[in-house]
């Protein structure tokens, strides 16, 4: 079993910063892709930032130059740093991650349980 934890949500106010932490645990073979998504109230979840194993970036054009994702490949661990805070990224953020648990299986995919992120006007 594999298990995404996040970590570092809150409440802050507009242009202020926070890091989200997102530690993957369990049977790990090797892990692909890492990404941030969130979701707001009413809304459908949306994808904020995807790195690759090799550190490749991509951003939603909604958070570039205010939120940076890294990863720690080392600690199965990424991160999302986010800056210059506005009240529409309120949302629950979720953790995600292409897992390999063992060397000939196929990739899956798992979601962490989400941490709230609420930015005040």
């Known amino acids: 079993q594999v298990r995404l934890v996040e970590s570092g949500g809150g409440l802050v106010q507009a242009g202020g910063s926070l890091m989200l932490s997102c530690a993957a645990s369990g049977n790990i073979f090797s892990i692909n892709d890492m990404a941030w998504y969130r979701q707001a109230l009413g809304k459908q979840r949306e994808l904020v930032a995807r790195?690759?194993?090799?550190?490749?970036?991509n951003y939603a054009d909604f958070v570039k130059g205010r939120f940076t994702i890294s990863r720690d490949n080392a600690k199965n661990t990424v991160y999302l740093q986010m800056s210059s805070l506005k009240p529409e990224d309120t949302a629950v953020y979720y953790c995600y991650a292409e897992v390999q648990v063992y060397s000939f299986t196929s990739l899956i995919r798992y979601w962490g349980q989400g941490t709230q992120v609420t930015v005040s006007s």
């Open positions: 790195i690759t194993s090799g550190g490749i970036t």
